[in-house]
């Protein structure tokens, strides 16, 4: 089932394993030590979705003057297991729909590690930098219009 939360409305167990996950794939599994928790997800959107208590996929939403000018889409993660099966996808199509009932005619930015900005692309986001290094890991940063 789709699950679309604020900070607040996140149970704690919700929270830990959403931060658990992040941390996990992001510091642990691309060996990429930077500070996760970054005082954002207090004012995002979590986008996730959840079977039998495990959450399969994961992404937030923050509003545009968060943290960049635009609505952006950040911390998308698909949990190892669940990987290859069109999870990111599915999740992808999930957060634009979000965005287009919650930010009608808003722009919508994202921070690409560099390797899926193809994937990125079928959605409709094109390049705004040159590829850059985030915390030891090629990025770029993408909009759509």
């Known amino acids: 089932m789709w699950r679309i939360e604020t900070f607040d409305s996140l149970s704690k167990e919700e929270l830990y394993t959403i931060l658990k ?7 642990v599994e691309q ?12 004012d995002a959107r979590h986008i996730f979705f959840e079977e039998n208590n495990d959450i399969i996929c994961y992404a937030r939403i923050l509003p545009a003057g968060t943290k960049y000018e635009y609505t952006s889409i950040g911390r998308v993660i698909v949990v190892k297991k669940y990987r290859q099966q069109g999870w990111a996808k599915k999740l992808m199509e999930k957060c634009l729909e979000v965005c287009g009932q919650d930010h ?3 722009s919508i930015q994202l921070q690409a590690q ?7 692309g079928a959605f409709g986001f094109t390049p705004i930098s040159d590829v850059y290094d985030e915390d030891g ?9």
């Open 114 to 120: 560099a390797h899926l900005q193809h994937f990125y």
């Open 21 to 27: 996950n992040r941390v996990n794939i992001f510091v």
């Open 137 to 145: 890991i090629p990025h770029v940063d993408m909009v759509r219009k």
């Open 104 to 106: 009608s005619n808003v």
């Open 31 to 42: 060996k990429c030590p930077y500070p996760e928790l970054d005082d954002h997800d207090q």
